[in-house]
């Protein structure tokens, strides 16, 4: 289990920083070209899809590391048991959410992989596929912290 999760951890985060990068670099070129003219036709629409994906897997990132949003001030207000609680019912609806995300997701995607983007010739399905991708990344995610926090209950 923790081989995956360490796994899952590098690949998403190689994976964040190769699109971070990438943003990086193609907004450099561009600056760099539009005072002379130039700009490339594909940039606002390729830009706007790699910020997307640099969200959703920078979500599930997140959510490997613990590192999302929290309410830290009421878990540690309440008792011992009540967090235990409040806990798995955090993790159930986790699970709740992704898997719409992904059923939805994926329907969303197989609708439009037909479609073609405006200025680059791919499917948009393939840029709405980021949506079930993550989805099923958060739960395997998910799955891991369950785990993990059942393996803590019975110590």
Known sequence: MERVERGLRSGLSFAVAVILSALAAICFIEVLRRPFGGSFVWYDEFVGYLLVWLTFLGAALARSQHAHIGVGNILEAVSPA?????ELATHGLMVFVHVVLLVYGYQLMSRFLSERAITLDVPIGLVYSIIPLSA???????AIQIARWFGEARA
């Open 82 to 86: 009540a967090r235990r609680g409040l």
């Open 136 to 142: 099923a990344l958060m739960l395997v995610i998910e």
